[in-house]
């Protein structure tokens, strides 16, 4: 499924937050974040569920999306910590290392402040 499927919005702020935080990621490039209006589904894969996602394109190209209906319902803290675990994605994207959420992805998502899921 391509990236630009479905309608996705550019929101400077997001951005500028993401950018803010890339200190913590040995200061690697900026990351693409993009609101997209798609639903928070209770059922489906971890992507459908989620509140954001990354995809890494060609191994080392990351972009971030973040669902409008988490954007618009959640607090500075919440975004913030989203914005941590999919910047680590982006992180290990480009290191051209494929991992989920076992310990590598835990290790460096906590190591930078991030909790929960």
């Known amino acids: 499924k391509p990236i630009w499927d479905e309608r996705v919005e550019k929101y400077p702020q997001l951005q500028l937050k993401a950018n803010s935080l890339l200190n913590l990621f040995d200061n690697m490039p900026a990351v693409p974040v993009f609101i997209k209006d798609e639903p928070i589904l209770k059922t489906g894969s971890e992507i459908e569920r989620g509140l954001a996602y990354t995809i890494c394109e060609e191994k080392i190209k990351p972009t971030i999306f973040i669902k409008k209906d988490f954007y618009n319902k ?21 290191k051209g290392v494929k991992v989920g959420h076992g310990e590598d992805f835990r290790k460096k998502f906590e190591s930078i402040g991030g909790f929960g899921n």
């Open 74 to 94: 959640g607090n500075q803290k919440q975004i913030t910590n989203i914005l941590k675990h999919e910047l680590t994605h982006a992180w290990f994207c480009r």
